[in-house]
C-alpha cells in the first residue's frame, strides 16, 4: 500500500521527466546565477541600439545641415558629420564593455544589484557624457576654424548623468550636514553643477580661444564628477555593507581584560 502511495506522490515528477524537450525546471533552477550573464546581453543588445540611433541620428542631422549651409558652412557640418559618425563607435562600445564587465561578475545577487549594476551605470554614463563633450569641443573647433557653425550630440546626456550620480552626492551633502559641515555640501553641488562652457566661438581671436579651451577642459570636470561621485558611493556601500554585516553578528570592539 505504502509503495502505491509513493508511487502516486512520484507521478507529477515521473511524467514530467518524460516530457520530451523539458529543460524548462533547469532554467528556473538557474536563473539566479544566470542573472548577471542575462544582463550583460541586454547591454549589448542596448549597445546596438545606441550605435544604430546615433548613426541615423547624426545622418539625418548632417545632410539636413549640409543642405541648410553655405559656402564654408557645408564643409563644416560635412566635417562634423564624419567625427560624429567616427563618435557613435566609441560611445557604443562603453556599453557593450559595462555589459562585458556585468557578466563577468561573479558576486552574489545583492553584491551585483547594489555595487556592480549601479557602479557599472554610474560609470557608463560618466564616461559616454564625457566622449560626447569630447567630440562636441571637437566639432566646435572645426567650425571655430572655418569661421562657421558645426554640429553636436544632443541626446540630453548631461542630464541623465546628473541623475545617475545623485544618490552618492546626495548623501554625501547630508552627510556633511550631520556631522554640521554644511558649507561641505554646498562646495559639493556646486562642484558637481560647475559648468564653463559658453556659446561658440566667433573669430580668431584670444576669447574664441578661450571659449574652445573651456570645451575641452569641461571634459576633465565630467570626469573629475564621474570619480568624486564613484568614490563617494563606494564609502557609502562600504559604510552599509559594514552595518549590515555588523547587525547579523553584533559585536562591541571591546576588548574584556
Not at 69 to 76: C, M, S, T
Request: charged letters at 15%; proline letters at 2%; one cysteine or more.
Amino acid at each position: 500500500m505504502e509503495k502505491i502511495i509513493n508511487q502516486i506522490l512520484d507521478l507529477p515528477q515521473m511524467l514530467n521527466q518524460k516530457l520530451p524537450k523539458n529543460c524548462f525546471n533547469e532554467m528556473m533552477d538557474n536563473s539566479e546565477g544566470s542573472v548577471s550573464d542575462w544582463t550583460g546581453k541586454i547591454f549589448k543588445v542596448g549597445a546596438l541600439v545606441v550605435l544604430v540611433g546615433m548613426l541615423v541620428s547624426v545622418i539625418t542631422g548632417g545632410m539636413d545641415a549640409v543642405n541648410g549651409a553655405d559656402g564654408a558652412g557645408k564643409v563644416a557640418a560635412g566635417l562634423c558629420t564624419l567625427i560624429l559618425i567616427y563618435a557613435a563607435f566609441p560611445i557604443a562600445q562603453v556599453v557593450r564593455s559595462a555589459g562585458d564587465s556585468l557578466a563577468a561578475s561573479k558576486s552574489s545577487m545583492v553584491e551585483f544589484f547594489f555595487k556592480d549594476f549601479i557602479v557599472a551605470n554610474i560609470k557608463a554614463l560618466g564616461h559616454i557624457t564625457a566622449l560626447t563633450a569630447l567630440f562636441g569641443a571637437i566639432c566646435a573647433t572645426v567650425a571655430w576654424v572655418l569661421g562657421s557653425d558645426g554640429m553636436s550630440i544632443s541626446a540630453g546626456l548631461y542630464d541623465s548623468f546628473a541623475y545617475s550620480y545623485a544618490l552618492p552626492v546626495d548623501a554625501m551633502a547630508a552627510f556633511m550636514g550631520m556631522l554640521g559641515l554644511e558649507f561641505v555640501g554646498g562646495f559639493i553641488a556646486d562642484f558637481f553643477s560647475w559648468d564653463i562652457t559658453v556659446d561658440g566661438a566667433a573669430g580668431f581671436d584670444l576669447e574664441g580661444i578661450v571659449i574652445i579651451g573651456k570645451e575641452y577642459i569641461q571634459v576633465v570636470i565630467i570626469l573629475a564628477n564621474l570619480y568624486v561621485a564613484l568614490a563617494f558611493y563606494h564609502f557609502f556601500y562600504g559604510v552599509l555593507n559594514t552595518f549590515f554585516n555588523w547587525i547579523k553578528s553584533p559585536y562591541l570592539p571591546f576588548k574584556s581584560s
